[in-house]
């Protein structure tokens, strides 16, 4: 299932919110995880079980390292979204 920019940043908002309980006027692209966010590393484990259950999408993990800001994460997820479905092994 394909999703639009703008549903990818609603969600991942959404996830922000209710499970890392970011204030919503900290939702800003530019935003920095750690500095602004103060999401450690334990919140990044979180995060990216969070987008996986929710988007329905694998997460490449050394990819998902470079993330800092909330737009990085916008980005991230759109990338992931828009790679081909890996095929099951017979």
């Not at 050394?62 to 081909?84: C, H, L, S, W």
């Amino acid at each position: 299932m394909a999703f639009s920019r703008q549903e990818i940043i609603v969600h991942v908002n959404k996830t922000l919110v209710e499970e890392f309980e970011v204030a919503t006027d900290n939702l800003a692209p530019d935003k920095r995880l750690r500095e602004d966010l103060e999401l450690d590393s334990l919140d990044a484990v979180d995060m990216i079980v969070a987008l996986e259950q929710g988007l329905k999408i694998r997460v490449d993990e050394e990819e998902a390292k470079q993330i800092r800001t909330i737009g990085d994460i916008y980005n991230f997820v759109e990338k992931m979204m828009a790679r081909p479905a890996p095929v099951a092994a017979d």
